[in-house]
């Protein structure tokens, strides 16, 4: 029934408009797509809505405990909190070093973040999550519920992936 619809709407839709639509639909399928995988694997995912800005302040706490807020507006560290990484400021792994890195980790537990997004989630039962999972995912911060590292996947091809560990 519903497709019957869309597809109506669709119809009577002229090109240039179609185009908005054909964008809109790629993300939604590949979020779908990227979900789907999870589940495959058998990665639990939870939405926590209580302390999720806790949880972002603590992120900020501990992976750039060092860098003066100076140094953090000269980086645009509040537009791109992994500027930490790319402006070579933090020491971390790089490409696939990151991705080795992550992939060695234990995930029974992790938590998700976004940039410019208030919610954070926690992925439970993780442990078969890879660096490749995430390919499709934009600016995505993952770390371990003790804070000791985190994995990032930026939205530039050139910048990351990223690992840090806290030493």
């Not at 070093?97 to 919610?119: G, H, L, T």
């Not at 995912?137 to 992936?161: A, L, R, S």
Request: with cysteine; glycine share 2%.
């Amino acid at each position: 029934m519903i497709r019957k619809e869309i597809q109506l709407i669709l119809d009577s839709l002229p090109e240039e408009e179609l185009q908005k639509i054909y964008w809109s639909i790629q993300f939604i399928h590949k979020e779908y797509l990227y979900k789907e995988k999870l589940i495959e694997i058998g990665v639990i995912i939870s939405n926590l809505f209580d302390g999720a800005t806790e949880i972002i302040n603590k992120w900020d706490k501990t992976f750039a405990l060092n860098i003066s807020d100076d140094i953090k507006e000269s980086i645009y560290y509040d537009q791109y909190k992994w500027h930490i990484f790319s402006y070579e400021i933090q020491d971390c792994l790089k490409q696939h070093e990151a991705r080795n890195a992550f992939n060695a980790e234990i995930k029974d537990e992790v938590y998700v973040m976004y940039q410019n997004s208030p919610r954070v989630l926690l992925y439970s039962n993780a442990n078969a999550l890879v660096a490749e999972d995430l390919d499709s995912q934009q600016d995505i911060y993952v770390f371990n519920k003790n804070f000791t590292w985190t994995y990032v996947n930026t939205h530039e091809d050139m910048c990351g992936p990223y690992f840090y560990k806290v030493k």
